[in-house]
């Protein structure tokens, strides 16, 4: 398919640069595949369109302060994307480097007097080996120096406030490793979880850490030749039995979000049921590829052109899709990471 089949006009006054006051008050566009129905609710409606033994998917991965400001031995000013440690003690980094100058091997990058990195390979489009070298904890420097690493439409428009330490951030995020958010839980909170329970509706948690793939545009023309950057991913014992076996029983499993979508998939399609896992997943989904686990999908508005909105196009049907965001604009829903919801049965 072409990429201009999964593309949209959106004025930018849809984009949300902040999120909603309630989290569980934004809006919820629900699309019924079957039937091709599509319904506007909020999303503190949730609990009407699920039923007894429904069983909600989350990703628990939990963001970090990935975003550092600093400056090269020049003067020059420096942003820092964290990408991936590489040994226990995390003074060794994969990181995305922003410069007006590319950073040369064997220089540094200070964020303060005592806590600097060092330039120790160049790997290819923007990414840089770091050493750091700090006083104390790694992580703990980062909190007094790092910023939520917001994406890159929220960062255009203004700076990190502290509301974002905590609303970029899903409620139940306990995994540490995440430089961008599985935004489709920002809108639960824990009184919304209680009173689903209430209902009979389960949930379980994986971790996948989402990557700053996730903001990656496509660039090919036709998307299946697009390919997704690796992002780690675990999946435990007890949640794995508790999904194989609302499978088994005919329960709906329902993903928040396309990170756990791609999780549930890739880990399906790999060793052919749901079973105790981890890795690295690199799986594109996009139109006509075969779901093996899904039975609905919790997501918000995704950009144009985007992974996760072809993927949602794979699985609620394109034009449906197309429908759904017409009706989206029209009512003036709130886009992107920080906007509104939906839900797709």
Not at 109 to 127: L, M, N, T
């Amino acid at each position: 398919m072409e990429l201009k089949e999964f593309t949209y006009e959106l004025p930018r006054s849809l984009i949300a640069a902040y999120p909603s006051g309630d989290r569980a008050g934004a809006r919820l566009l629900v699309i019924e595949r079957h039937r091709g129905e599509i319904h506007h609710r909020r999303f503190s409606d949730l609990g009407d369109f699920l039923k007894p033994g429904d069983l909600l998917v989350l990703n628990g991965t939990k963001v970090f302060p990935a975003r550092l400001r600093g400056k090269k031995e020049s003067g020059g000013k420096v942003e820092v994307l964290l990408v991936e440690p590489f040994d226990e003690q995390r003074s060794l980094w994969i990181a995305l480097v922003d410069a007006a100058k590319s950073p040369r091997v064997g220089s540094r990058i200070y964020f303060a007097d005592d806590f600097f990195a060092e330039v120790v390979g160049d790997v290819g489009e923007g990414r840089y080996g770091l050493k750091f070298h700090h006083r104390g904890e790694f992580m703990d420097r980062l909190a007094a120096h790092g910023e939520p690493p917001l994406p890159p439409y929220i960062q255009r428009n203004r700076q990190v406030v502290s509301m974002d330490w905590e609303r970029y951030q899903t409620i139940y995020a306990s995994s540490v490793g995440a430089v961008a958010a599985p935004t489709a839980g920002f809108h639960f909170t824990w009184d919304l979880l209680a009173e689903l329970a209430s209902k009979g509706v389960e949930r379980t948690l994986l971790t996948l850490h989402v990557g700053p793939g996730t903001f990656r545009p496509v660039r090919e023309e036709i998307v299946e030749r697009h390919r997704m950057a690796g992002e780690r991913y675990a999946l435990g014992a007890d949640a794995a039995e508790k999904i194989q076996r609302a499978r088994e029983a005919g329960k709906r499993v329902i993903a928040v979000g396309s990170t756990t979508t791609r999780a549930l998939e890739w880990i399906a399609l790999r060793t052919g049921k749901i079973t105790a896992d981890e890795g690295i997943a690199r799986l594109f989904i996009h139109p006509g590829f075969a779901f093996r686990v899904l039975d609905g999908l919790i997501t918000n508005f995704h950009l144009p052109g985007s992974t996760p909105l072809i993927l949602v196009a794979a699985f609620a049907g394109l034009e449906l899709v197309r429908r759904a965001y017409r009706e989206a604009v029209q009512r003036r829903y709130r886009f992107y990471s920080y906007g509104d919801a939906m839900l797709i049965l």
